[in-house]
């Protein structure tokens, strides 16, 4: 079954509004991120708190991304967006843990993941200290560890 594991937050101020969410709701702050972007959560449901790319962008929810349990569950979930005329995508570069993307009846953007820890897909598995990470497609690894990797070359 498709569960929401992440929302993403467009803010001007990412570590603020982490550090805000781990004071008033005990949120982990997981992570802060070579975007200047901060990820907190509650042990089941990460927030990505992205940095607004330009003065004019919107600020606020800017999607939300659904993990399946598999590759099949995908197949099904696809087509049945299809069949009510929604449009599935690539997510764009930069963006390894979304195998997809697309909007619903009323352009909600929402992303697409298979769970990593069967083996499938790119996406989200549970972290070590609650959470969820995001994983590398096709290689299991925390994309932290990716990240860091590429930042070395």
């Known amino acids: 079954m498709a569960k929401i594991r992440h929302i993403a937050i467009m803010t ?62 995908r197949e099904q ?10 449009k599935v995508f690539s997510p764009g570069p930069g963006r390894p843990y979304a195998e997809e993307a697309a909007r619903d009846l009323h352009g909600n ?7 990593k820890s069967n083996g499938e897909g790119s996406g989200w598995v549970q972290g070590k200290g609650g959470g969820w990470q995001a994983m590398e497609a096709g290689r299991g690894k925390p994309m932290e560890q990716v990240q860091d990797k590429q930042a070395a070359k």
Do not use: Q
């Open 12 to 73: 001007d101020e990412p570590y603020e509004l982490a550090e805000f969410y781990r004071d008033v709701f005990g949120m982990t702050i997981r992570e802060t991120g070579s975007r200047k972007a901060a990820w907190v959560t509650d042990g089941y449901i990460e927030m990505a708190l992205l940095p607004r790319e330009t003065e004019t962008s919107p600020k606020g929810i800017n999607h939300f991304g659904f993990t399946l349990d598999s590759g099949e569950e």
């Open 77 to 86: 979930v696809v087509e049945r967006l299809k069949e009510f005329g929604c």
């Open 109 to 115: 953007r929402f992303d697409l993941a298979v769970d």
